[in-house]
């Protein structure tokens, strides 16, 4: 446990990873702040973002994970390539998200063929990446299993969501 959070100090180091997941801050206002972009590996860019919208639309499924999702599907070079490359496109997207992914996401990134996902905090009551479940590891599960890590920036997931639930974060802004 200390040798994993002495990795995670490490990464923290990290610029890239560090910007990636500070910019995630922004799309976490008014719900449960998880908040995420999608990276494509080979050039670099983000290619989807999302927070959770679960309130908002009254819609239990609306996960920053399936906003991502919809967002890269909705771009027109990305569904291309996610269509005519299936796996081998998602497999050079990598997933920065402040709270492990849940069951469902979990789930729904292993359906997809996802390359890589780094969290923050994990997720104590739904966590598919580790915490509860392994769905990402778990080689009985149909289709492939991803690497997940976690800790990045715990410190900062850990706060974003201490605000919000102490109402410091309901502005809306
Ligand atoms: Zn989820």
Redesign the pocket.
């Known amino acids: 446990m200390s040798q994993s959070e002495a990795s995670a100090q490490n990464r923290d180091e990290d610029t890239d990873h560090h910007r990636r997941m500070r910019a995630l801050e922004a799309h976490s206002v008014g719900e449960v702040p998880?908040g995420c972009v999608f990276v494509y590996a080979p050039t670099g860019e983000i290619i989807g973002r999302g927070r959770?919208r679960t309130n908002e639309t009254l819609n239990g499924?609306r996960?920053?994970?399936?906003e991502g999702i919809d967002m890269i599907l909705a771009h027109d070079k990305y569904r291309v390539l996610a269509q005519d490359l299936a796996n081998a496109f998602w497999k050079d997207v990598i997933l920065y998200v402040t709270i492990e992914?849940?069951?469902?996401?979990?789930s729904?990134l292993r359906q997809l063929g996802i390359g890589q996902v780094y969290f923050g905090a994990g997720n104590d009551r739904?966590g598919?990446n580790g915490s509860v479940f392994n769905i990402h590891k778990d080689v009985n599960l149909p289709h492939t299993t991803y690497p997940s890590e976690g800790g990045y920036f715990r410190n900062e997931a850990i706060m974003v969501l201490r605000k919000f639930y102490v109402g410091e974060n309901t502005n809306g802004k």
Do not use: D, I, L, R
């Open positions: 998880v959770n499924t996960h920053a994970e399936f992914p849940c069951v469902m996401c979990a729904a739904f598919g």
